[in-house]
């Protein structure tokens, strides 16, 4: 049977590249790269190459780069050593309705603590509200966090506007640029923003691998204290291997980005195209032309998502869901609520985040496949003429 | 995260469809919390002579669904009614715990198309 695997939000094949790079690191040079002898000194030069090279990716210099654990501890350190950092000034923080967990909940975790915190909504595509944040700003506040691209739905969000309006009460702005690396050009000089989150695993690296971007002059309180390790900003022993898979991912993206980005955005446009053809009541969700590239993501009526990811696994094609049973915690997506969609309908959201690796044939394969899994899945629903008895059910209570 | 018992059931449902002149129908659920089952029985001499349903959820509200019409068709209504959600966990090898929801699903379901067959023929 045949695998496609377009759960690329989720995480990527490593690239085998990646992995050669990373080997030596594991067993041949395996000292701590503080450590002053030839061997230490080894890996603490492979930390600083891979430190030049995701500065070159983003345009930033290398002393503007902290590595992280990951996605989740960049955006938490970004949230919390920004707004300490800055909390003399005021203590109002802005991010948008459709962050990552690891921004809305750093976020939440800071009102407890006496931040104020505004969530900016967003229209049906998912993008920001732009006039709403201008309204929201004033003299305390301090932080703007506004992801460049949604991981869910894939709408591409207005962050030079953003950091334009910042600018006007000197607020400092983070986007989160986990979902964006690898599939569009992310260069800070051109965002204009203070802060930025990137993760390995997202562009063909390695789990275990982030960074977090500050801009030289603006301040923040570590989140780890620890040893000097990266200046004394966030302690801890380095992950060598990890971090030179990092360094090499970067090094791919610059390097192909332009082939890797036409390349998913044939693909997933002829996706979309043919699925729309084919499935009747199923709809895009996020920005129709300001979407990444390789990202297709749908509502599928009448059907839930669980059931429909799983129906798909069974012939080989590996998507995920927003559907309130896909989750652990059992809540329906928070992006798609934001967006407006009803929860009955979120119930059959699903997502196609294609690679580099995809081709083709892959795409025939799930256009040939989708459709009859919804067809099938129809079959067994209540509404497969449509829904019926809405007026009947209130909100959902917890289980 | 899913037994087989339910893997089995959720990929080749028994009993899948509606009954036009059912003696009961029994509805459970919510389409906004993500599952909803139609129960549609037959009742001859007290007995469950047919039944079928139609649900809206995932993979486990799909299994529970499949495997209660097997374990009811043919039995009385009383044998039917003392059904508990454990006999349904059992036949099924469990469920993750975030799922066991769906069973008391079924079982709610089942109890509402009995009522609403008594009710039916308590008008008659």
């Given at each position: 049977m045949r695998e496609v695997y377009l759960d690329n939000m989720a995480t990527t094949l490593l690239d085998e590249r990646v992995l050669e790079k990373m080997?030596?690191?594991?067993?041949?040079?395996?000292?701590?790269?503080?450590?002053?002898y030839p061997m230490g000194v080894k890996a603490r030069e492979a930390v600083e190459l891979a430190r030049e090279e995701v500065a070159k990716l983003i345009g930033?210099?290398?002393?503007e780069l902290i590595f992280t654990s990951g996605g989740t501890e960049a955006n938490n350190f970004a949230l919390r050593g920004l707004a300490y950092a800055n909390r003399k000034k005021g203590n109002h923080i802005i991010v948008s309705a459709v962050e990552h967990h690891s921004i809305t909940n750093p976020a939440r975790a800071l009102e407890k603590e006496g931040f104020e915190v505004t969530f900016v909504p967003v229209d049906r595509y998912g993008v920001i509200d732009l006039n709403f944040l201008e309204r929201a700003l004033?003299?305390?506040?301090?932080l703007i966090s506004i992801q460049l691209a949604n991981p869910e739905v894939g709408t591409i969000q207005p962050i030079e506007e953003v950091v334009k309006l910042a600018s006007k009460v000197g607020a400092v702005v983070h986007t989160d640029c986990v979902a964006a690396i690898g599939r569009m050009e992310v260069k800070v000089d051109k965002l204009g923003v203070h802060s930025l989150s990137l993760s390995a695993h997202i562009f063909y690296g390695p789990k275990g691998a982030g960074a977090l971007y500050v801009k030289r002059g603006v301040r923040i309180q570590p989140l780890i204290y620890g040893g000097i390790q990266e200046g004394g900003r966030r302690g801890g022993t380095e992950n060598v291997p990890a971090i030179v898979g990092l360094g090499e991912a970067a090094r791919l993206v610059r390097e192909n980005l332009p082939q890797w980005k036409s390349h998913l955005s044939d693909l997933s446009m002829k996706l979309i195209k043919n699925l729309q053809e084919k499935v009747e009541h199923l709809h895009l969700t996020g920005h129709p032309e300001k979407r990444l590239p390789g990202h297709a993501s749908f509502i599928v009526e009448f059907i839930e998502g669980e059931a429909l990811l799983l129906m798909l696994a069974h012939r080989g094609i590996y998507v995920s869901s927003g559907s309130t049973c896909t989750s652990k915690a059992l809540k329906a997506s928070p992006v798609l609520s934001a967006m407006g969609y009803p929860a009955h309908l979120i119930q059959g959201s699903i997502l196609m985040a294609l690679s580099k690796y995809n081709n083709e044939e892959d795409i025939d394969y799930v256009v040939s496949e989708f459709p009859q899994v919804v067809s099938r899945l129809r079959e067994l629903?209540?509404?497969?003429?449509g829904w019926k008895d809405m007026d009947k059910w209130g909100a959902c209570a917890p289980h | 995260m899913y037994s087989q018992k339910v893997m089995e059931h959720f990929m080749n449902p028994k009993n899948?469809?509606?009954?036009?002149?059912?003696?009961g129908i029994g509805i459970e659920g919510n389409p906004v919390c993500g599952d909803m089952m139609y129960l549609f029985i037959k009742v001859k001499d007290d007995r469950i002579e047919d039944i079928k349903f139609k649900t809206f959820g995932c993979a486990a509200a799909i299994a529970v669904s499949s495997i209660l019409t097997e374990m009811v068709k043919g039995k009385s209504l009383q044998e039917a009614l003392s059904l508990t959600k454990e006999d349904i966990l059992r036949e099924i090898g469990g469920l993750p715990s975030q799922k066991v929801h769906c069973s008391v699903l079924g079982i709610e379901a089942l109890r509402k198309a009995i009522d609403d067959f008594k009710a039916k023929k308590g008008a008659k």
């Open positions: 080997w030596p690191y594991f067993r041949e040079n395996f000292a701590n790269a503080l450590s002053p930033a210099s290398p002393s004033r003299e305390e506040t301090i629903s209540p509404f497969k003429e | 899948v469809g509606e009954i036009p002149d059912a003696d």
